[in-house]
């Protein structure tokens, strides 16, 4: 199976799915999971999917 067309789906993204995680706050972070914050769907980073900050 190939690899070549891994991660196509974030060209389509704005900002190639980068941006600010709302819970800790990185910049320039993938946010690619979705998660219900104060009753707002936003995505989230990697590290902060699991967490209880919800």
Known sequence: ????????????MPAHGRGTCPICGRTRIKLLYPVKIEG???????NCRNTDAT
């Open 1 to 12: 199976m190939g690899k070549s067309h891994r991660g196509k789906g974030l060209y389509k």
């Open 40 to 46: 707002a769907q936003k995505n989230v980073c990697k």
